[in-house]
T-cell receptor
Framework: ETGVTQSPTHLIKTRGQQVTLRCSSQ?????VSWYQQALGQGPQFIFQ???????GRGNFPPRFSGLQFPNYSSELNVNALELDDSALYLC????????????FGSGTRLTVV | AQRVTQPEKLLSVFKGAPVELKCNYS??????LFWYVQYSRQRLQLLLR??SRESIKGFTADLNKGETSFHLKKPFAQEEDSAMYYC???????????FGTGTKLQVIP
């Protein structure tokens, strides 16, 4: 059984650029959620993907978008990067069924300069 | 709107002392509550969920709907319990999970 893997681990981008972060879900999990964690804060829900469709979205602008692939892996895309986008981005996979918790990846540290 | 409040940023206890990490939530429906833990240099991981009413590593948490709380407790703290603890809430039927800001537990030898 494999866990959740994210790539890259660290990334530095310039304001205005675009970035793509990748996530492979744990074997057997069918749902992927993305979170943004700023320093000293808890994870903030960006959105969730199930069956290749967005299935719930937090308070993030449209320049945050995503994809889920048939193998349940996922991408998070952020356009027109802003300095405040600097954060740890966490991917979490789960079963869709009620009551199950998340399995988290180790995250991608994004720095926007 | 759903909200999770963890009032303590840092909780320091001596080894062998009881531990209680507080979590209060705001949600009008029927929530699912979780505790997640992050040990130093490790990823965030699920500790326990209220629906299973289990005890993990000696920790328990009881959902109190009247007080809208889900405090995490352990009778005797151990040094390896030192970590960051996050309380989280999910509404039934909706996939968003809301996390608190976390409490750092420091167990003093």
């Amino acid at each position: 059984e494999t866990g959740v893997t994210q790539s890259p681990t660290h990334l530095i981008k310039t304001r205005g650029q675009q970035v793509t972060l990748r996530c492979s879900s744990q074997s057997g999990h069918n749902t992927v959620s993305w979170y943004q964690q700023a320093l000293g804060q808890g994870p903030q829900f960006i959105f969730q993907y199930y069956r290749e469709e967005e299935n719930g979205r937090g308070n993030f602008p449209p320049r945050f978008s995503g994809l889920q692939f048939p193998n349940y892996s996922s991408e998070l895309n952020v356009n027109a990067l802003e300095l405040d986008d600097s954060a740890l981005y966490l991917c979490a996979s789960s079963f869709r069924q009620e009551g199950y918790g998340y399995t988290f990846g180790s995250g991608t540290r994004l720095t926007v300069v | 709107a759903q909200r999770v409040t963890q009032p303590e940023k840092l909780l320091s206890v001596f080894k062998g002392a009881p531990v209680e990490l507080k979590c209060n939530y705001s949600y009008s429906g029927s929530p699912e509550l979780f505790w997640y833990v992050q040990y130093s240099r490790q990823r965030l991981q699920l500790l326990l969920r209220h629906i299973s009413r289990e005890s993990i590593k000696g920790f328990t948490a009881d959902l109190n709907k009247g007080e809208t709380s889900f405090h995490l407790k352990k009778p005797f703290a151990q040094e390896e319990d030192s970590a960051m603890y996050y309380c989280a809430l999910k509404s039934r039927g909706y996939q968003k999970v809301t996390f608190g800001t976390g409490t750092k537990l420091q167990v003093i030898p």
